[in-house]
């Protein structure tokens, strides 16, 4: 009979590889409906969920609802091969489920943010543990599309020309208004 390992270890045990590689994490499975890893990469806001094979609907629908719900620029989905999780007598140790993940790949899924829904970038990849620095940088690039950083930047100015004209009740509004406008677009140029 095959005893398993739940999720939670192989996601604190892969949390641990990534900080030992440089990706500052944290591992946030001891809160209900949050996500598992929570990293900040190039700026880029990061949900990485894991799920065991067999659970790709799941883990799918787990990466749309973290984009959806806007809690993070980029949603990467890791599936692991069950061989990970599983030991012939007892379930492995921590410190088992941390080697086999040093030595097997996984399916990495990516989503972020659409026009108008969560959409998949990269289609999906084979990837090791110690790669997913690397691999989290290349793909933070591609968080948002050349195609959507126009809009972005309008909505950015728009936010700056509101917040500016909701400043007119303050003494030397117009003068006060004007320099932080031009201090905040000077980032654009």
Not at 3 to 30: C, F, W
Not at 33 to 49: F, H, N, S, T
């Amino acid at each position: 009979m095959e005893t398993k390992v739940r999720e939670e270890v192989v996601s604190v045990m892969l949390s641990e590889i990534l900080e030992e590689n440089g990706v500052p994490n944290v591992s946030l499975l001891l809160i209900k409906k949050v996500p598992d890893i929570y990293a900040l990469v190039r700026g880029v806001r990061i949900i990485i969920e894991t799920k065991e094979e067999g659970q790709r609907k799941d883990l799918i629908t787990q990466l749309e609802e973290r984009i959806n719900k806007n809690l993070c620029d980029l949603a990467v989905g890791l599936e692991y091969p069950t061989k990970i999780t599983v030991g012939p007598l007892a379930p492995p140790t921590p410190k088992e489920v941390r080697s086999r993940l040093l030595k097997t790949d996984m399916t990495a899924i990516c989503m972020a943010h659409g026009a108008s829904e969560a959409r998949q970038i990269l289609g999906e990849t084979q990837v090791r543990s110690q790669e997913l620095p690397e691999f989290l940088a290349t793909v933070s690039g591609q968080a948002m599309p050349e195609s959507e950083m126009g809009p972005a930047i309008e909505k950015v100015r728009e936010a700056i020309t509101e917040f500016s004209r909701s400043l007119a009740t303050l003494p030397n509004a117009e003068a006060l208004a004007r320099s932080i406008k031009e201090e905040l677009e000077i980032g654009e140029e």
